[in-house]
């Protein structure tokens, strides 16, 4: 098991054994009687698959491209509702010394609390959701993002590298990814969950990929998700807005703050950076042939068959 630095191990949760810190059970029954809001708006996705890029684009969207709001950190006008079950955040402010006023223990109750309409990014798979979800009483709209699993591998390992100083290489890393030994378990269990519902009117599932390859496309999927209509001007404007290199250099994105902030502590990596690369097909040059190979093998077992398979190519 990869254990991170804020947190003290593992457990499985669920009826998908989720992978997740133990932590999360002193807020499981927060998460799962949370109450949700039919005009909330939630970006929900496996971890390094473009949710931050997500985030933004959908905030901007919702609030008719208003870019002087969007100076305000990401984490505050799109909080991450289960963050203080993944790490134990009280040790992380010591270690920060992030000032009293600012220590939010409690990210569920901070995601409660923001004004409506809340936007709210989680990776939690839908079968840790809140009951109001599941159970359809509520329904928020969901933006679903996810990117190949390769590259995801690839970022993921980078990610552990960086805010949490992991000690493993890239391939021991890569089986526990196929293993379903990592932060929120299963990336298939998590696909499918969302892409179960893909037919919800209330359910947008989009990808990485495509958002490489033709943003604007994107953009006008998700404004009509969103019920707003852009002029290809304003489509053009947010098209830079979210570049690679533009959210690369925008603070209030590229939590370079935070980053800086491990560095300082002795708590990162001297170099890297949370936006790392931000392209498609990267993993052919870290990853070896033969784990390439097994985690082909391992798509292709999991993808056949199923209607998703289609989708993958
Ligand atoms: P890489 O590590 O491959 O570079 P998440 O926000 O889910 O943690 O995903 C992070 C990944 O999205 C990182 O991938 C990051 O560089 C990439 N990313 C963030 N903003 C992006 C953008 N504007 N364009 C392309 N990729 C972006």
Request: glycine share 4%; hydrophobic share 35%.
């Amino acid at each position: 098991q990869i254990l991170n630095e804020f947190c003290t191990g593992y457990i499985l949760v669920g009826e998908e054994r989720t992978c997740i810190p133990k932590y999360y059970l002193r807020f499981a029954d927060e998460i799962k009687n949370f109450e949700v809001k039919d005009d909330d708006i939630w970006v929900t996705s496996y971890m390094k698959t473009g949710t931050t890029w997500t985030q933004e684009m959908v905030w901007l969207i919702a609030n008719n491209l208003d870019f002087k709001g969007a100076e305000e950190n990401l984490n505050n006008r799109f909080p991450f509702l289960e963050f203080s079950t993944i790490c134990d955040l009280s040790r992380q402010y010591e270690i920060m010394k992030v000032p009293q006023s600012e220590r939010t223990l409690n990210t569920i109750e901070k995601a409660a609390k923001v004004k409506s309409p809340r936007f709210i990014k989680t990776h939690l798979p839908y079968s840790l959701l809140p009951d109001q979800i599941k159970n359809g009483i509520k329904t928020p709209k969901i933006v679903y993002v996810w990117r190949n699993p390769k590259d995801t591998c690839v970022s993921f390992y980078h990610h552990g590298i960086l805010l949490e100083k992991w000690k493993i290489d890239l391939e021991t890393f890569a089986k526990l990814f196929m293993a379903d030994k990592v932060l929120y378990g299963s990336y298939w269990k998590h696909i499918f969950g969302y892409w179960n519902l893909r037919d919800s009117p209330n359910v947008l599932i989009i990808r990485y990929e495509d958002m490489k390859a033709n943003l604007p496309s994107v953009i006008k999927k998700v404004a009509k998700f969103l019920g707003k209509e852009l002029t290809e001007e304003q489509i053009e404007l947010l098209t830079k807005h979210l570049n690679f290199q533009s959210m690369r250099e925008n603070k209030a994105v590229n939590k370079e703050g935070y980053v800086n902030q491990l560095k300082e502590n002795n708590l990162s990596i001297k170099d890297g950076r949370f936006m790392r690369s931000g392209t498609v097909g990267k993993y052919k040059e870290e990853l070896s042939a033969e784990t390439i190979k097994k985690l082909d093998e391992w798509i292709k077992q999991n993808v056949s068959g199923t209607d998703f398979e289609k989708e993958y190519d």
